[in-house]
């Protein structure tokens, strides 16, 4: 899979999508960034008129995620991945749009060359924040990602 933004909302829709009913689309992707996007709606809220935050966990841990996926397709090398550990603060009501941002982008290349030099499975913590229209932090999450090279 090409990693546009088209072809990754598409993937959203038949692949996960409770994500893609709640709003969570993928706004950007580049080398070290990844920037997912919803909007508060009657479907994605809670019951205090505000982001859910199962809906907001899916589009932190996306922002993650979509960047393993696409550092793991230009190793070029069959690796498995998973979450093994998340952690939110959540600081802001979510209304109106959200952003959720991570650029750890170089963290995952230090994983990927480690995994594949030592052979072992490697950890590592990837942070997404939310940020709403005016620039306020809504909420941080953390994502503890494993990473493994899959036997041949």
């Not at 999508?17 to 709640?22: I, M, Q, R, V």
């Not at 589009?59 to 998973?82: C, D, F, R, Y």
């Not at 802001?92 to 290349?109: E, N, P, R, S, W």
């Not at 924040?129 to 005016?134: D, G, H, K, L």
Request: proline letters at 1%.
């Amino acid at each position: 899979m090409d990693f546009t933004t088209k072809k990754l909302n598409k993937f959203l829709l038949f692949k996960i999508p409770s994500a893609y009913f709640t709003g969570v689309r993928v706004k950007k992707i580049e080398a070290n960034k990844a920037v997912v996007r919803v909007t508060h709606k009657w479907i994605n809220q809670n019951p205090f008129n505000s982001l859910y935050y199962g809906v907001q966990a899916m589009a932190a841990e996306l922002s993650t995620g979509v960047l393993v996926m696409k550092k793991i397709k230009e190793s070029n090398q069959n690796i498995a991945m998973l979450v093994v550990k998340q952690s939110a603060e959540f600081t802001k009501k979510g209304t109106g749009v959200v952003q959720f941002t991570c650029t750890d982008g170089a963290l995952i290349d230090k994983a990927i060359e480690k995994a594949i030099q030592s052979g072992k499975g490697q950890t590592f913590v990837l942070q997404s924040t939310a940020r709403n229209e005016q620039g306020d932090q809504v909420s941080i999450f953390e994502f503890e990602w494993s990473i493994k090279l899959r036997s041949q």
